[in-house]
């Protein structure tokens, strides 16, 4: 499957943003969906997962109130809905899937290209 990232962009402390991973190439359905970010100089960090209806999400307790992910299966995209937004948050997002639901990077095959989020104090 490929991911295609989109959405990053500079946005103030306490703003929103939403980022979108848009998938073709294999039968999207079948495919937990998670986004990982990287700031510079840290390593990737699982940032939420979802699973292949929808109905089950994951998140790091730093993001989980503020960010919210979900899929539009029908549109082949999963998308991250981040509100708050804190200096902390400014990073590389990356979209990831796979048939298995992992906190780590390892645990993922297929990768999109990332986005830059950065969140100006």
């Known amino acids: 499957v490929q991911l295609q990232a989109s959405g990053g962009g500079l946005v103030q402390a306490g703003g929103s943003l939403r980022l979108s991973c848009a998938a073709s190439?294999?039968?999207?359905?079948?495919?937990?969906v998670a986004w990982f970010r990287q700031a510079p100089g840290k390593e990737r960090e699982f940032v939420a997962a979802?699973?292949?209806?929808?109905?089950?999400?994951n998140y790091r307790d730093s993001v989980r109130g503020r960010f919210t992910i979900y899929r539009d299966n029908a549109k082949n995209t999963v998308y991250l809905q981040m509100s708050s937004l804190k200096p902390e948050d400014t990073a590389v997002y990356y979209c990831?899937?796979?048939?298995?639901?992992?906190?780590?990077?390892?645990?993922?095959?297929?990768w999109g290209q990332g986005t830059l989020v950065t969140v100006s104090s």
């Open positions: 979802v699973g292949l209806s929808g109905a089950r999400t």
């Open positions: 190439g294999r039968t999207f359905v079948n495919y937990f």
């Open positions: 990831a899937a796979d048939d298995m639901m992992s906190l780590s990077p390892e645990g993922w095959n297929y």
